[in-house]
């Protein structure tokens, strides 16, 4: 009994760190209807922003996890105008900024030194922020698309390589871990012979309270009923004078806010950074907004929990090398039974 309490305090902590990386999947999801297979490349990079504010510039944790937040807000709202939007609508803008993305990279890998270097990137930064500019200025586009679902799916899968691929470059393909000294690690007894540490009250307590300030902002503020009217219908929400690229833009920026902060969040408690590090959460990420219900933002936070509280009880009861099968099985047996996830609705209710 003691064993199977202390494997449900390990798949709470674990399970509440999940809903945080899957609900901003689903958020995407709800508004623009397309799988971000970038998502789990955002989380990998909010843990390194992390990373480098504390052990490159000596910040503080409680510093650290902000800007992780709002660097891979940042960066999911790079990725979506370089990755998806482009597949929506071709502005002038648009394609400034995929020029100035194209010279970043040549600046960044092309073995440039010195203020060769700088001039690479300091131009392509200036062409990237006019682009930005221009793409959201735009009032007539060149050109509007109806794409499949496959397109984004394919982008995302480019962009989450290139995400990856830049992160091997700067850090490495080996593991990096945070300051042994950056949090207490002495455990806590709890009873029932249950033990807790610090970093894992973190984890449950941040993730919490962040899942409480998204149903918030989804349910009680302007920009959620925005981003609920966009995800019932966009042509809908248009004609109601709603700014759908400003609202989007906000959704992918909450998104990755959310990726990042669970990048932090389970780095910090496995104390284990590393460029493929998103790949495993990306699955079990799937996995949860299926089970929950594509679109359901409640439901990916109590599959989350299911999904965690599996793996961790697969490790500690059956064997840990079918622990991903234990939540696959789930995930067949969800399909199975209720094909539209657990708290799974039509489109047309789903806002």
């Known amino acids: 009994m003691e064993i199977f309490a202390q494997q449900v305090v390990n798949g709470l902590w674990q399970g509440a760190a999940l809903a945080l990386f899957a609900m901003g999947y689903t958020l995407v999801f709800g508004v623009l209807d397309v799988i971000n297979l970038a998502h789990g490349a955002t989380y990998m990079w909010g843990a ?44 002038s803008g648009g394609l400034l900024l995929w020029a100035g993305f194209v010279l970043l990279l040549i600046g960044l890998v092309g073995g440039w030194s010195g203020a060769l270097r ?68 002495q455990p806590l007894q709890l009873p029932g012979g249950v033990v807790i540490a610090p970093v894992q009250i973190l984890v449950l307590g941040l993730s919490l309270a962040l899942m409480i300030g998204l149903h918030l902002l989804i349910q ?35 998104s990755g806010a959310l990726a990042g902060a669970a990048g932090v969040l389970l780095g910090l408690a496995f104390n284990r950074l590393e460029p493929i590090m998103g790949n495993e959460v990306e699955l079990a ?59 799974g609705r039509g489109a047309a209710v789903r806002a």
Do not use: C
Request: aromatic share 10%; hydrophobic share 60%; charged share 10%.
């Open 118 to 185: 700088a001039t690479l990137l300091a131009l392509a930064a200036l062409i990237m922020a006019t682009g930005l500019l221009q793409d959201y200025r735009a009032v007539r586009p060149l050109q509007q698309r109806q794409t499949s679902h496959l397109g984004p799916m394919i982008s995302s899968i480019g962009a989450s390589i290139i995400l990856i691929s830049l992160a091997q470059t700067f850090f490495g393909a080996q593991v990096s871990r945070f300051p042994p000294t950056i949090f207490p690690a």
């Open 48 to 91: 390194f922003f992390a990373f480098v504010v504390v052990t490159r510039f000596g910040g503080a944790l409680w510093v650290a996890i902000p800007l992780a937040m709002l660097g891979a807000g940042l960066l999911a709202v790079l990725l979506d105008r370089l990755a998806f939007k482009p597949l929506r609508t071709i502005t």
């Open 220 to 254: 009680r503020t302007q920009m959620g009923r925005a981003i609920r009217a966009i995800a019932w219908s966009e042509r809908t929400a248009r004609l109601l004078g709603i700014n759908v690229d400003l609202v989007v833009a906000q959704t992918f920026f909450l």
């Open 285 to 343: 990420g799937l996995t949860v907004i299926i089970v929950g219900g594509m679109g359901s933002i409640g439901g990916a936070a109590v599959a989350a929990f299911l999904v965690g509280m599996l793996r961790v009880l697969g490790v500690a009861y059956v064997d840990s090398s079918f622990r991903d099968a234990l939540v696959f099985a789930l995930l067949i047996l969800v399909l199975l039974v209720r094909p539209n996830g657990l708290f």
